[in-house]
């Protein structure tokens, strides 16, 4: 609670100037707000049940289970479930940190976690689906063609960095 | 979206048949690590909603359009870099440019940069693996970004 005191001093300041804004009728803290509450309301369709999710998987999903797909034991799978993971993972970037952190604690290692949130990034299956139908699929075909294996070899690369530091992800 | 909700009350719904204690801790662990990342989410999306009006999709348009592509390029990677955007919106933008005549090189590096690296979303992704994994992860995206859109660049014979 305590680190999280300036956030809140922000987040105040802010929240008063928004209603200075709205009040005094200030163009730019009007629009900051519209923005605000746009970007706010799209988060807040996806981050329950996207939460929700993780709560499940926490509690029902078996440690030996993430150990033997994607923990230090495996060789390849683990990188190819990672990147199914993703594929079907809402909301991308934002959601993907959470999730990572919770296969983790069941024992994924650092490298095919850091190969989730990247594929979580720009292999998203719906997105790819979109961005096909506005750049074309040969686009999207060539964009992860060419990004999957950089984010393998780089997901290794970055693993056994941190793997040989002793990194370790201490948070919730 | 819908099926998104369908999918999470179908699977509640199945987990609490099955055992009705473990599904009140999976939404115990839900709310607290929804709870626990609020703060730094909320003063995300205050940056994002500052920056964005500083930085509209009109500007951006503008930016990506400009003569030389390599400067466009890399103008475009570190807006990507920069901004916040949903897909939807950003998908629309970036067709609607290509058919402007800004070239793939450009597009893919402002929409993989927007997807891979998140400069406003280092709070958030600090507070998870703490700011030296986030820093380099987010370098190693540019990088990547950058590759991928000479690749694009070249198989579209937009240079060389």
Known sequence: MKKNILKFIIIGIYGLFLAYSFIFNNKHGIEIGKNFYLYMIEMIKVLPSAFILIGLFEVWIKKETVEKHMGSGSVFSGFIWAILLAGTTVGGLLTSFPVAVSLYKKGAKLSVIFCYISSSAICRIPMAVFEASFLGLKFTLIRLMISIPLVIISSILLGNYFEKKEFKIINN | ?160
């Open chain 2, 1 to 160: 979206m819908l099926i998104l909700y369908i999918l999470t009350g179908i699977l509640l719904l199945f987990s609490a048949c099955f055992n009705l204690k473990k599904t009140f801790m999976a939404l115990k662990i839900a709310w607290k690590k929804l709870i626990n990342i609020l703060p730094a989410f909320i003063l995300t999306m205050i940056a994002v909603s500052i920056v964005l009006h500083f930085v509209p999709d009109t500007f951006i348009s503008k930016s990506l359009q400009g003569g030389n592509k390599y400067l466009s390029s890399a103008l475009a990677s570190v807006l990507g870099s920069i901004v916040l955007m949903p897909g939807f919106v950003a998908y629309p933008l970036c067709g609607v440019l290509l058919k402007k005549g800004v070239s793939y090189m450009t597009i893919s590096a402002f929409s993989v940069t927007l997807m891979m690296v998140g400069v406003l979303t280092l709070p958030i992704e600090k507070e998870y693996f703490g700011i030296k994994v986030a820093l380099i992860r987010n370098i190693i995206s540019f990088l990547i970004a950058v590759i991928i859109s000479l690749a694009a660049g070249i198989i579209y014979r937009e240079i060389f």
